[in-house]
């Protein structure tokens, strides 16, 4: 048996286990005449792929049908010193590589240059909080363009700045934990923007004309619904949280004003300036920077998992002041109906995905394709992951809606993720894979999941087929 086809031989008994979603999309019947086939289909051009990061998971791999691979480069791998005097070869040979390889499975890398590992001896000068990494990562972007820009022709900047620089400058859940809540984690935001922007512009006046590529940005969001609809100050702190985590980044490149949104402005420096200090500790851009920054993507890159009721809430008690999470002022709660199969921070809800990429879309419009870089669920393990095939059809479906009954201009996806791996403080106890991973195992024995073959099968298709699990005892699966 290889890590490509499995034979599977369910009894009804096994069939009717852990399914806490059910077939049936959520929330709409989702069926044209009982087939099971969502009544909307992808269109042809639709990007389709799996996502990684390098930090989490380095290596090849085959998956037959998938035909986009979103992973990430590692900064110290290639300039291990994080300057660009000191070049690793073995590294560059093994990114090179790994790209014709995928190339030669006619699968398209898509590449991400900052995933979160950043080497130390740029660690050691105080990371994102430091003016001079915009610098050093513009370096960074010039040896990976250099040296990768003719195989790869879709790059993102960074993943998830917010994550970054909340959970590893404001808070100790990422490195470098530096603990700097409302001032390092604002820095880090903000350089990493500028940053970005530096980036963008650099491929696109010098490498761009000749390697005719796209780049772009990546940025996550939880959705924000009101805790109750029908009071206003949920429906406050549901857009104040929106705005002050998604928009803080997002407004800056893909609104016609540029620059952080008037509400995350004014909130910020009223409060720095009730606290005592001089001056906001958000800080400001130049004219020129607003303008570096506006228009600075291709895509609008997005990252959903979950959603969460927001209340308003400004004294809650425990948070560190000054913080991020104190100048937002909104509880954050999740409605215990909502099933979680793994990690307790995600809840499976399928109608905030299709929420949050209306507010994307009324917020910025639709000149700016989005592509979802991560959409996925964590449990604890098992080939049987009923509660993932669920996630990702009820997601999609979602996503489907969003697209022909909400007019948004979504032109990719990726599953995270491809493989068991690490997650983060996680460790290995949670499992977000399309493939099961013996982490026992010396060669790290890879096989599929329902989940990949249900995947595979969307991919395939171009539409969501609900009952597609119920036939998959009925033949041997050979995902390739």
């Not at 979802?372 to 669920?390: I, Q």
């Amino acid at each position: 048996m290889t890590a490509c086809e499995v034979n599977f031989s369910l009894n009804n008994a096994e069939l009717a286990r852990s399914r806490p979603f059910g077939n049936r999309p959520q929330g709409v019947s989702g069926y044209v005449d009982g087939s099971g086939l969502s009544n909307y289909s992808f269109p042809d051009d639709f990007i389709f792929g799996v996502a990684t990061a390098a930090f989490q998971i380095e290596g090849a791999w085959n998956i037959g049908s998938l035909k986009y691979y979103r992973m990430s480069i590692s900064w110290p791998r290639i300039l291990p010193q994080g300057t660009d005097n000191v070049i690793n070869k073995d590294g560059v040979r093994y990114y090179r590589t790994l790209f014709k390889e995928l190339l030669k499975e006619n699968i398209t890398p898509v590449v991400t240059l900052f995933h979160w590992d950043l080497p130390t001896p740029l660690m050691d000068l105080g990371g994102w909080s430091n003016p001079k990494i915009i610098d050093y990562f513009e370096d960074y972007a010039k040896v990976a363009f250099t040296l990768f820009g003719d195989i790869i022709k879709l790059w993102s900047t960074m993943n998830e700045p917010h994550q970054h620089c909340s959970n590893g400058y404001g808070g100790d859940n990422f490195v470098p934990a530096m603990m700097s809540g409302g001032v390092g984690e604002y820095l880090c935001a903000h350089y990493m923007l500028l940053a970005h922007a530096r980036a963008y512009h650099l491929y696109d006046k010098s490498f761009r004309p000749h390697q005719k590529g796209k780049i772009g940005i990546t940025l996550d969001a939880f959705y924000a619904e009101p805790k109750d609809p029908t009071k206003q100050s949920d429906r406050d702190a549901a857009e104040r949280y929106l705005q002050m985590h998604l928009g803080i980044f997002a407004h800056p490149i893909y609104s016609s004003m540029g620059d952080y949104p008037l509400l995350v402005r004014e909130r910020i420096n009223n409060i720095s300036l009730s606290q005592g200090f001089t001056r906001s500790r958000l800080p400001y851009f130049t004219s020129s920077e607003i303008d570096l920054l506006r228009g600075s993507s291709d895509f609008f890159g997005l990252n959903h998992y979950t959603t969460y009721l927001m209340s308003d809430m400004p004294m809650l008690q425990g948070w560190r002041v000054p913080s991020w999470d104190h100048d937002t002022g909104v509880l954050l709660e999740q409605n215990p109906l909502w099933p979680k199969p793994g990690a307790d921070w995600l809840a499976v809800y399928p109608a905030g995905f299709r929420k949050v990429l209306n507010w994307i879309t009324r917020n910025y419009g639709t000149r700016i394709p989005i592509i979802v870089t991560e959409n996925g669920v964590s449990d604890f393990g098992g080939l049987n992951d009923y509660a993932r095939v669920s996630y990702y059809n009820n997601y999609l479906y979602q996503m489907l809606l969003a697209m022909y009954e909400d007019g948004c201009n979504i032109q990719g996806y990726f599953a995270w993720t491809l493989m068991d791996d690490f997650e983060w403080k996680d460790g290995y106890t949670v499992k977000f894979g399309l493939f099961h991973v013996d982490f026992n195992s010396t060669e790290r024995t890879r096989i599929p999941k329902l989940s990949a073959f249900n995947y595979a099968e969307i991919v395939r298709r171009r539409r969501i087929n609900f009952k597609y699990i119920e036939q998959i005892p009925k033949a041997h699966i050979n995902i390739l």
